[in-house]
């Protein structure tokens, strides 16, 4: 099993469309990162672990699930890269691989420490945006099977009977 631990304020800072949307609203780049991990995580299978630090949200330390998404945000005086650290050595074991998604070289190295592996904000976004497209291509090629004629026949002759269905001459 994959376990992915994402360091959600680290993400929102490095990812261009969500570090302009944290200029205007914090919590809808939150939401905007939580749904961009659930279409991840259903596209991988992988395990999506999104840490918050309380101190943008002050008094609610809580974990939560959000479309197969765990959102946790720390207690007030526990950081983000604390509660990472902590999941990433409960985790970590011969049936786990868990990366830890964060560009903080700190953190980098006390999770290798740990036995995890690191997934840059960079090297996260690149998946994320890929895994889109490829969404975006499944999508398609499911509507253009969908719209396939059962029986094969050429464009001139689709043609004609579109003409007959609409009652044209």
């Given at each position: 099993m994959i376990v992915l631990i994402v360091d959600g304020y680290n993400m929102i800072g490095a990812w261009p469309e969500l570090k302009r949307l944290k200029e205007k609203d914090l919590g809808q780049a939150r939401d905007l990162l939580i749904d961009m991990m659930a279409e991840y995580q259903s596209y991988t299978g992988d395990r999506i672990i999104v840490v918050f630090d309380a101190y943008h949200v002050r008094g609610i330390a809580r974990k939560h699930e959000d479309h197969k998404v765990e959102v946790i945000f720390?207690?007030?005086?526990?950081?983000?890269?604390?509660?990472?650290?902590?999941?990433?050595?409960?985790?970590?074991?011969?049936?786990?691989?868990?990366?830890?998604?964060?560009?903080?070289?700190?953190?980098?190295?006390?999770?290798?420490?740990?036995?995890?592996?690191?997934?840059?904000?960079?090297?996260?976004?690149?998946?994320?945006?890929?895994?889109?497209?490829?969404?975006?291509?499944?999508?398609?090629?499911?509507?253009?099977?969908?719209?396939?004629?059962?029986?094969?026949?050429?464009?001139?002759?689709r043609d004609l009977f579109e003409k007959w269905r609409r009652g044209d001459k």
């Open positions: 720390t207690k007030e005086n526990e950081t983000a890269d604390e509660r990472i650290e902590k999941l990433a050595g409960e985790l970590n074991d011969v049936r786990t691989q868990v990366y830890v998604a964060t560009s903080d070289f700190a953190e980098q190295r006390t999770i290798f420490g740990q036995g995890a592996f690191r997934k840059s904000a960079r090297e996260l976004y690149i998946e994320v945006k890929n895994i889109e497209g490829e969404i975006k291509k499944d999508v398609e090629t499911h509507n253009q099977v969908q719209n396939q004629p059962k029986i094969p026949m050429n464009k001139e002759m």
